[in-house]
């Protein structure tokens, strides 16, 4: 299912729970065949509201896994949990959704569709109440007194009662999360799925021809007894560089090199290369393509004026060809830059499925310490921080370290490429080193001030301090300033240095 199509549907449900729909909502969202971690923690927010409370723990165990450090989901479940009376896995949600909140007093979910504070003091009034339920009152009291410090002044009623309660040993109400309140899709996403007249119709205010009523863009033509002379041509793709060429087949590019392109689109080839690959421009990139994933495309400007491009063929891709002599997206049309392709015969492209996907280019048969040199190096990471593995789960045998046989990790490469995952604690918590302890928090200083009308992102002013929460890319970062938490781009930001921090 393609992203407009989830975007709709989305936009669908949401709609009909706000018209109290909740089966026609939970019906279109039940049909979304890929639905990310924020459809799912809507899905079970409607099974909660139905009183299905096996459903709505699959659709939270779905949220978590996709997005393991989405808070307010871990809360969820926890609620879940407390009302099957399961108070041993509802504690444990309502830890891990205390420990996403990194010390935070709150998180506004507001910038990511979701009109909702998850408080921490709510989060440890409800450790509290489950301590309370599974006997342990000293651990309850010590969460509430815990929550005074994270108090607003709206919840301190909340606390203080709670607070009073355990002092009784007697039970006190879950604070609830408001399950008809859902995720909904960035709106300025959902503005664009409608089709947009930007010009209108036009309309003759002055015309030489008696009772002119033409509407449209085509010049007046002279009036002449013998009838109006055959329009001219339109200069189709007159001051465009290359030759035009339809793409057969969906490409995923490997390196940094290569263009991703799917089938119909429009490409044009500056130069091929000996090895079947070729340099092309698509919308203002250049990039490496395979040509056999291309078809020249032959446009005459007067016998095909009308007719539409034709659909790909609906076949499997040609094999991938190797880069034996390649050419750089750089390299001109007129064929004088060309250079050798750096790997060398016994190198082994190992690409590597992070929170972002990389490559990186190793000797094939290196050491375990080479290997993982490499691709902490592209990481960013310390070497002793990641976990390789050869699946996506990292169980005891797909586990790779010192002690593995690295010969059989090699035996798994295939035409000289292998795909690894790798798993690291410091994906989302960035920890830096000072006087032999460890720090959670980096800070950055705004080197350019940078606004943004996507309620995503994170707006600041230059000179502002950042806290860094997480590295999404190398491109981009997710910080938090002033309680405000967002993404925003690497290189408007330096790290403050440890000793000013």
């Known amino acids: 299912m393609s992203f407009l199509e989830?975007?709709?549907?989305?936009?669908?449900?949401?709609?009909?729970?706000?018209?109290?729909?909740?089966?026609?909502?939970?019906?279109?969202?039940?049909?979304?065949?890929?639905?990310?971690?924020?459809?799912?923690?809507?899905?079970?927010c409607l099974h909660l509201l139905n009183q299905d409370l096996d459903a709505a723990e699959k659709a939270f165990d779905c949220s978590i896994?996709?997005?393991?450090h989405l808070a307010v989901a871990f809360f969820q479940r926890g609620i879940t949990f407390y009302r099957k009376?399961?108070?041993?896995?509802?504690?444990?949600?309502?830890?891990?959704?205390?420990?996403?909140?990194?010390?935070?007093?709150?998180?506004?979910?507001?910038?990511?569709?979701?009109?909702?504070?998850?408080?921490?003091?709510?989060?440890?009034?409800?450790?509290?109440?489950?301590?309370?339920?599974?006997?342990?009152?000293?651990?309850?009291?010590?969460?509430?007194v815990k929550a005074l410090d994270y108090k607003t002044e709206t919840k301190l009623n909340i606390i203080d009662k709670a607070l009073?309660?355990?002092?009784?040993?007697?039970?006190?109400?879950?604070?609830?999360f408001p399950s008809n309140m859902l995720f909904k899709p960035n709106k300025h996403y959902v503005a664009e799925l409608e089709k947009k007249d930007y010009l209108g119709k036009a309309k003759v205010v002055a015309s030489v021809v008696p009772q002119?009523?033409?509407?449209?863009?085509?010049?007046?033509?002279?009036?002449?007894?013998?009838?109006?002379?055959?329009?001219k041509e339109p200069e189709v793709l007159r001051a465009l560089e290359g030759e035009p060429h339809t793409v057969l087949f969906e490409f995923v590019p490997e390196t940094n090199d290569e263009l991703a392109v799917v089938p119909g689109n429009?490409?044009?080839?500056?130069?091929?290369?000996?090895?079947?690959w070729a340099s092309v421009i698509f919308n203002e990139r250049r990039g490496l393509v395979p040509y056999n994933y291309l078809e020249r495309l032959e446009i005459s400007l007067a016998s095909k004026q009308n007719e539409g491009i034709s659909k790909p063929p609906n076949r499997k891709p040609p094999t991938r060809p190797e880069r034996k002599q390649g050419l750089t997206p750089r390299d001109k049309s007129n064929g004088d830059a060309q250079r050798q392709d750096a790997r060398p015969d016994n190198s082994c492209i190992v690409k590597v499925r992070f929170t972002f996907n990389v490559a990186v280019l190793v000797p094939n048969g290196s050491p375990y310490a080479t290997l993982t040199e490499k691709i902490s190096r592209k990481l960013k990471l310390p070497s002793t921080a990641i976990t390789l593995s050869l699946t996506s789960e990292a169980t005891g045998q797909s586990v790779i370290n010192a002690n593995t046989e690295i010969e059989s990790v090699w035996r798994c490469a295939s035409g000289k490429r292998i795909t690894l995952w790798c798993h690291t604690t410091e994906q989302t918590?960035?920890?830096?080193e000072m006087d032999g302890k460890p720090h959670d928090e980096i800070h950055l200083v705004a080197l350019h001030s940078y606004e943004s009308s996507n309620p995503e992102d994170l707006s600041f002013n230059q000179g502002d301090t950042i806290i860094l929460l997480s590295r999404i890319n190398q491109d981009w970062?997710?910080?938090?300033?002033n309680g405000n938490t967002g993404i925003f781009p690497a290189s408007f930001v330096e790290e403050v240095p440890v000793s000013d921090q």
Not at 108 to 126: F, P
Not at 266 to 276: E, H, S
Not at 429 to 432: A, D, N
């Open 6 to 44: 989830t975007l709709r549907q989305w936009d669908e449900a949401v709609t009909c729970v706000d018209r109290q729909d909740l089966s026609e909502a939970l019906r279109i969202f039940l049909s979304i065949q890929e639905p990310n971690s924020k459809i799912c923690f809507d899905i079970g």
């Open 65 to 68: 896994r996709k997005d393991e």
């Open 85 to 144: 009376k399961r108070y041993e896995e509802s504690l444990a949600d309502f830890q891990h959704a205390y420990k996403a909140l990194r010390g935070n007093q709150l998180i506004d979910y507001k910038a990511l569709g979701l009109r909702y504070k998850l408080y921490a003091c709510e989060v440890l009034h409800n450790m509290a109440l489950t301590e309370a339920q599974l006997g342990n009152w000293g651990k309850a009291q010590e969460n509430l």
């Open 164 to 176: 009073q309660s355990t002092l009784k040993q007697k039970l006190f109400k879950l604070v609830e």
């Open 212 to 231: 002119d009523d033409f509407s449209g863009f085509a010049p007046l033509q002279p009036q002449v007894e013998s009838g109006p002379t055959c329009p």
């Open 266 to 276: 429009i490409v044009f080839v500056l130069q091929r290369g000996a090895d079947n």
């Open 429 to 432: 918590k960035v920890k830096t």
């Open 477 to 481: 970062l997710e910080g938090q300033l």
